[in-house]
């Protein structure tokens, strides 16, 4: 890949050796905050986040480690593999002194996830589903339960076509009942809007259950 | 009245972590490990953990020393992005590097005392803040 990372660099050496001081003021950068917005592939994790996020959704590559477990030989330790997986992110500035990620994972079928460091310090995380392929956010859902992450699981309307109603979802996912199950659209921001204030909702029922103890 | 869909059993399978058993084929694709040369080379073969601290969303911004230093072309780019703060994903994203790479050299150039890291302890945030946030998503439009 031809890429050269220092561009302006190269086109205009001088510039940045000669860099101003006064424009260079320290601007003091916003605490920022996440959200993760998880899923199988091909959900609507990258619209989710496109929907609401004030810059078109950008990318980066991660390492990933996936874990499968031995089930033909249920003795046999788990296997690790690192895998490097594209995220895309977007932001939502609150204000000047508060700023929102949120961070579209994907979670591959049939691999439990471990990401530590994705999950450190968010807020919580909004599973996207897809009813057609239900169990492709079965790891998702299975990692932020163990992580103790506040996470919400909403289904994405495709088409308005709904392979199952929010209950059987509930029922196939066994969530715990205070984990809520809702439906929306990704492609609009009023409803992607309106999921993650319910992600929020749970965040900030942790955040004083901890504050409290 | 048709008969039952085969493509759509009358229940979702149950979430297989609550079974005894996950699906027997639970095993990584061959390949998917990905190793290249080139992030090895940029961070001079560094594997030593960084601040687990430094995550994707932490704001990174120079430091007014940094203009002066003696810097790789990835170190520099890095030091010209954060000219106005920067999250380390989104230094990643521009200069697309991979985020691990991303880590050890923002890292490495806040050894050097060129750029400020703002790390927030990995601690949940407070409900304050939380407010501040769903105050925040009820305003937009
Ligand atoms: N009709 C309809 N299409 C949707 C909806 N959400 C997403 N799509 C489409 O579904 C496709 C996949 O959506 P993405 O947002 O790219 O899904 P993703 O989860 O980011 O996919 P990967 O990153 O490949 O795993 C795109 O072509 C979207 O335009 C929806 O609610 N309705
Ligand atoms: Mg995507």
Redesign the pocket.
């Known amino acids: 890949m031809a890429f050269d990372p220092f561009p302006e660099n190269r086109a205009a050496p001088s510039d940045y050796r000669a860099a101003p001081t006064d424009d260079r003021v320290k601007t003091k950068p916003p605490v920022p905050v996440k959200i993760i917005v998880a899923?199988?592939?091909?959900?609507?994790?990258?619209?989710?986040v496109g929907a609401i996020s004030e810059i078109s959704p950008l990318t980066t590559e991660a390492e990933m480690t996936m874990e499968s477990v031995g089930v033909d030989h249920p003795n046999r330790a788990t296997t690790k593999t690192t895998t490097t997986i594209?995220m895309?992110f977007g932001c939502v500035t609150i204000d000047h002194t508060l700023k929102l990620y949120l961070f579209?994972t994907?979670g591959q079928s049939r691999f439990s996830f471990m990401w530590d460091d994705l999950v450190r310090g968010a807020l919580g995380a909004l599973v996207?589903v897809d009813t057609s392929r239900i169990d492709d956010c079965y790891p998702a859902v299975d990692y932020f339960e163990r992580a103790g992450l506040p996470f919400v699981v909403g289904v994405?309307?495709?088409?308005g076509q709904q392979g199952y109603n929010l209950d059987e979802v509930r029922w196939a996912l066994a969530v715990r009942d205070d984990v809520p199950v809702l439906q929306f659209?990704?492609?609009f921001r009023g409803s992607v809007r309106d999921a993650l204030l319910v992600v929020l909702d749970q965040a900030l029922d942790k955040a004083l259950r901890m504050r409290q103890t | 009245m048709t008969g039952p869909d085969p493509d759509r059993p009358a229940v979702p399978g149950i979430r297989p972590f609550l079974r005894e058993q996950a699906p027997a084929d639970d095993r990584p694709p061959p390949g998917e490990q990905t190793t290249s040369l080139r992030p090895f080379v940029l961070t001079s073969g560094r594997v030593a953990a960084v601040d687990p601290n430094i995550g994707l969303e932490t704001q990174v911004s120079t430091h007014p020393r940094a203009w002066g230093a003696r810097l790789s072309p990835e170190q520099r780019a890095i030091v010209q992005l954060c000219a106005q703060p920067l999250s380390v994903a989104e230094i990643s994203a521009k200069l697309r590097l991979h985020f691990g790479v991303t880590r050890i050299l923002v890292a490495d150039l806040r050894a050097a005392g060129c750029l400020e890291v703002h790390v927030v302890e990995s601690e949940f945030p407070d409900p304050d803040t939380i407010m501040r946030v769903i105050r925040g998503l009820r305003s937009l439009s």
């Open positions: 899923g199988g592939f091909g959900v609507g994790k990258t619209t989710t594209a895309d579209g994907p996207v994405n309307t495709f088409n659209d990704a492609r």
